[in-house]
């Protein structure tokens, strides 16, 4: 047997909000089953992050049988919100372009602008097999992805990360680590493998699974948030951008982009395929 397994599986199910994590998941072409379906904007419809909001890492989403989720928040009413009725579609905006969702009940919409402080609404991507493509630089005809930052799943290791916070404790900001795996927000976390040996992964299967590998995770200050605070610090971005620059990112894990279904399980064998 191989020595790279699942040491967890993440999902979350309202971007950037925490999730869960569930001992197996279904593969949909478009990441794993439930995440990131739904997204906080602004009234002008924009996409509300942890960019610009470093609050909602306190806020956790839960996914519900029928597709809906359980929202709680500090300070909050825990609110269950329904996968909303087919009805007019309505276009957000997320890095510059437009995607076509539905919004939610008034309720979240209230739920969530009393807890940010900002008029906001949540919106659902009904049809994620048509909504929205991979980038075209990176993609294969027809791969669509959710509301995540750009690709169906992210994959991290627990030893890149190892090598990660080992940097981190000879720098200037030693304080601020080491960083637990959630600053980085993976679907997928591997254990067994060697640092950064992610970078090369073409091609592997887990499960039933197959997934390509499309091109390297590049971080932004959301990886600064203590996802348990919503304090930012410097790190991992100035460990990042000395050690980790690949072309124009500060990388730590991989984009995959599923090419034959099935379901994953933490314990499931990772296998290197090319």
């Given at each position: 047997?191989?020595?790279?397994?699942?040491?967890?599986?993440?999902?979350?199910?309202?971007?950037?909000?925490?999730?869960?994590?569930?001992?197996?998941?279904?593969v949909?072409?478009?990441?794993?089953?439930?995440?990131?379906?739904?997204?906080?904007?602004?009234?002008?419809?924009?996409?509300?992050?942890?960019?610009?909001?470093?609050?909602?890492?306190?806020?956790?989403?839960?996914p519900?049988?029928?597709?809906?989720?359980?929202?709680?928040?500090?300070?909050?009413?825990?609110?269950?919100?329904?996968?909303?009725?087919?009805?007019?579609?309505?276009?957000?905006?997320?890095?510059?372009?437009?995607?076509?969702?539905v919004?939610a009940?008034?309720?979240?919409?209230?739920?969530?602008?009393?807890?940010l402080?900002?008029?906001?609404?949540?919106?659902?991507?009904?049809?994620?097999?048509?909504?929205?493509?991979?980038?075209?630089?990176?993609?294969?005809?027809?791969?669509?992805?959710s509301?995540?930052?750009?690709?169906?799943?992210?994959?991290?290791?627990?030893?890149?990360?190892?090598?990660?916070?080992?940097?981190i404790?000879?720098?200037?900001?030693?304080?601020?680590?080491?960083?637990?795996?959630?600053?980085?927000?993976?679907?997928?976390?591997?254990?067994?493998?060697?640092?950064?040996?992610?970078?090369?992964?073409?091609?592997?299967?887990?499960?039933?699974?197959?997934?390509?590998?499309?091109?390297?995770c590049?971080?932004?200050?959301?990886?600064?948030?203590?996802?348990?605070?919503?304090?930012r610090?410097?790190?991992?971005?100035?460990?990042?951008?000395?050690?980790?620059?690949?072309?124009?990112?500060?990388?730590?894990?991989?984009q995959?982009?599923?090419?034959r279904?099935?379901?994953?399980?933490?314990?499931?064998?990772?296998?290197?395929l090319?």
């Amino acid at each position: 047997m191989s020595n790279l397994y699942v040491q967890a599986l993440h999902v979350h199910p309202v971007k950037s909000v925490a999730g869960t994590a569930p001992d197996e998941v279904t593969v949909e072409p478009w990441g794993l089953s439930g995440d990131r379906r739904w997204a906080v904007v602004d009234f002008e419809g924009t996409v509300i992050t942890q960019r610009q909001q470093a609050r909602l890492a306190l806020a956790t989403a839960r996914p519900l049988g029928s597709g809906g989720v359980a929202l709680s928040a500090p300070g909050m009413a825990d609110l269950l919100v329904e996968v909303p009725e087919p009805g007019p579609l309505e276009p957000v905006v997320l890095f510059g372009k437009k995607i076509e969702t539905v919004v939610a009940a008034r309720a979240a919409a209230d739920w969530f602008s009393a807890y940010l402080g900002v008029p906001a609404r949540l919106v659902h991507m009904d049809d994620p097999a048509v909504r929205r493509p991979v980038d075209p630089q990176y993609a294969l005809p027809g791969e669509t992805v959710s509301l995540a930052d750009g690709y169906p799943l992210l994959i991290t290791t627990l030893a890149s990360l190892d090598a990660l916070n080992s940097l981190i404790a000879q720098g200037e900001h030693a304080d601020e680590g080491p960083l637990p795996m959630n600053r980085f927000r993976p679907n997928v976390v591997v254990a067994g493998a060697e640092a950064w040996a992610e970078d090369g992964w073409q091609r592997i299967a887990i499960g039933d699974a197959v997934f390509r590998g499309a091109r390297e995770c590049g971080r932004c200050i959301v990886t600064t948030t203590d996802q348990a605070t919503a304090q930012r610090g410097k790190e991992p971005l100035k460990t990042l951008g000395r050690h980790r620059r690949i072309g124009k990112s500060l990388a730590f894990g991989r984009q995959l982009v599923p090419v034959r279904l099935g379901t994953v399980r933490v314990g499931d064998e990772v296998r290197v395929l090319q």
